[in-house]
T-cell receptor, first 113, second 112 residues
Framework: GDSVTQMEGPVTLSEEAFLTINCTYT??????LFWYVQYPGEGLQLLLK?????DKGSNKGFEATYRKETTSFHLEKGSVQVSDSAVYFC????????????FGKGTSLLVTP | DTGVSQNPRHKITKRGQNVTFRCDPI?????LYWYRQTLGQGPEFLTY????????KSRLLSDRFSAERPKGSFSTLEIQRTEQGDSAMYLC??????????FGEGSRLTVL
């Protein structure tokens, strides 16, 4: 079935460092791709999305580009802050379902001052 | 601003007992989802409602699980004859736009 694989954490970075969290996908159709974030003590929330190849999603300084040729949707941020410490989940819309999102296992990010 | 509310936040029960979780979505959202998350894993889709209609159920949702959304507002997820393997965080989410989900903080189930 459709699935995503994301890099394992935890990832520890110093403030202002560059962030990349890798995500690759396997899908039979043309899924939409998402990054969700879960801050400590809060529910998951949508960070950004891309609905077709070459689309770039962006929000709060984070970016991810839908790369069909490499089946990837890597999350990047040029300069992380302590407040970015959270768990990041890559997800795709399941082509076998009109409604389900399939999530990766999550990558924990800790940013230190 | 009222987000998605889930109750109870934590439930400890003995194997074989029934449990029920409640989800109150964001009021204007007609789409409601239940997911399950275990430690170290991402959320797994269980079921989807559009208004009061349950339009999809995952294979993960065994016969012991039932979900309802009467009148298209709040939803309940009931697990009958709980098993230790049911221990997990049960997440509810709602949305207006497909796949742009707003999640609650979850209801953690521990089955002893």
């Amino acid at each position: 079935g459709d699935s995503v694989t994301q890099m394992e954490g935890p990832v520890t970075l110093s403030e202002e460092a560059f962030l990349t969290i890798n995500c690759t996908y396997t899908a039979t159709g043309y899924p939409s791709l998402f990054w969700y974030v879960q801050y400590p003590g809060e529910g998951l929330q949508l960070l950004l999305k891309a609905t077709k190849a070459d689309d770039k999603g962006s929000n709060k300084g984070f970016e991810a580009t839908y790369r069909k040729e490499t089946t990837s949707f890597h999350l990047e941020k040029g300069s992380v802050q302590v407040s970015d410490s959270a768990v990041y989940f890559c997800a795709l819309s399941d082509s076998n379902s009109g409604y389900a999102l399939n999530f990766g296992k999550g990558t924990s990010l800790l940013v230190t001052p | 601003d009222t987000g998605v509310s889930q109750n109870p936040r934590h439930k400890i029960t003995k194997r074989g007992q029934n449990v029920t979780f409640r989800c109150d979505p964001i009021s204007e959202h007609n789409r409601l989802y239940w997911y399950r998350q275990t430690l170290g894993q991402g959320p797994e889709f269980l079921t989807y409602f559009q208004n009061e209609a349950q339009l999809e159920k995952s294979r993960l949702l065994s016969d012991r699980f039932s979900a309802e959304r009467p009148k298209g507002s709040f939803s309940t997820l009931e697990i009958q004859r709980t098993e230790q393997g049911d221990s997990a965080m049960y997440l509810c989410a709602s949305s207006l736009v497909p796949w742009e989900l707003f999640f609650g903080e979850g209801s953690r189930l521990t089955v002893l």
